[in-house]
Every structure is written in C-alpha cells, then in structure tokens.
C-alpha cells in the first residue's frame, strides 16, 4: 500500500522533484519506484499519456474506495 503514495504525489505535481518533496525521497527513488510500477502495470508514468491514465486510475480507485 505504501507505493500507492508515489503515483499519487507524482500525479499531483507533475513534477519528479516535487513529488519527491512532498514523500521526503530523493527523486531518483521516485523515479526508480515509478518505473517499476509501470513496468508492473504495463504504462510508462512518466509520458503524458502515462500521467493521465494513471491519474483517472488513482481517482477512480479514491471513487470507489469511498
């Protein structure tokens, strides 16, 4: 459940380093961890098509976990 909070900070920010800010991780463990997550899902997170598709992902896990 913890890596969940690496897509979701990067979805948020757009941004490798800010989203490494906000989860107090340097951002190449951001990357490394976003890499290894899209290679699992089969989606590269960090093209803007990626970003996207992983973001409606994220909101409508949230929809639905409510």
Do not use: F, N
């Amino acid at each position: 459940m913890r890596k969940i909070w690496t897509p979701c900070a990067y979805c948020a920010t757009g941004s490798l380093r800010r989203a490494a800010d906000l989860l107090h991780l340097h951002h190449s463990s951001v990357s490394r961890r976003l890499e290894q997550i899209g290679k699992t899902l089969g989606v590269e997170l960090t093209e803007p098509a990626g970003l996207m598709r992983a973001g409606l992902a994220l909101t409508t896990w949230r929809l639905l976990d409510d």
